[in-house]
């Protein structure tokens, strides 16, 4: 699937902003590969491009990139349900894509941001909210390698055919395991939330997981009960037409974006599947391998953009 690119000109604005010259953001670069080399826990496959993406994801902070970095391959010991099983191919996988549409779209909008989306089919009768979250892994990791630099992230999100039978697929822990990835590990930098169509049961969900939300992520989650209202929020033309945009239609966009990911399944099954090795963690590590929700030195203090 082809990613549009932020402009020359976004990019160096940016830079400006946080008060940065593009070879400044080089050196930066390399002082993290040269960081990450001497991590012998830690694998050692990641190239320039993807420090740079997550470099710039946690707004040039070297710091605050070390912390994700070691959280985004500790994680995978920590919920190995998310990252085993993940090839793109199997049967399993095949069956959820008859489910579920979900992928980022082509274009950003003028801001610069990738907009990501969700929508289940009306007989989602194959759902399965692990699977769902293996995908996302999936798609996480095809983009910090072939995507460009963005500003922030969008998600869209359309309820219309969720029922309390899919809600009751997803369990508080596995909420939060989620939750925990997306926001303490991927360098997303979270701009908005977008629940479209909303369904019958949005009250019931906003009542079990919004409270384990920050405010600054509840404050960014917004509702509505058509579509249009995402005009106020996301270029029109960069929407699927199914919205009224000049995008391709969802099941189209699903279709070469499903293409795109099972292109992706050597990476996953090599390079994806590596993880910390414990054993080598030095003991003066700030990181620290322990249960989900009390590793030590950061993750936990981690707070979205």
Known sequence: MYLETMTEEQIQNKLTENGMTAVELKSMVLALKEWLQQQQHLPQYMSEQELKYYLWGSKCSLERTKQKLDAYFTMRHLIPEFFSNRDPCTDQMMLYR??????????????????????????????????????????????MINDSL???????????????????????????????????????????VFVINTPPVFDYITAIFFPLLSKKIRERVHHFSGHTELYKFIDKKILPRDYGGEEASIDELNDVWQKTIESFKEWVMTEGSLLTDESKRPKQCKYKYSDLFGVEGSFRQLQID
């Open 150 to 192: 963005t500003n922030g992230t969008y998600i869209i999100i359309d309820g219309k055919h969720i029922t309390y039978k899919h809600v009751k697929q997803v369990p508080t822990t596995q909420f939060l395991k989620a939750l925990s990835y997306v926001t303490e590990v991927l360098p997303l930098r979270l701009k908005g």
């Open 98 to 143: 008859k489910s579920l549409n979900v992928f980022p779209l082509p274009r950003l909008t003028k801001d610069g941001y990738r907009v990501f989306y969700s929508g289940l089919y009306s007989s989602a009768i194959n759902f399965c909210n692990l699977t769902h979250c293996r995908s996302v892994v999936n798609m996480s990791d095809y983009c």
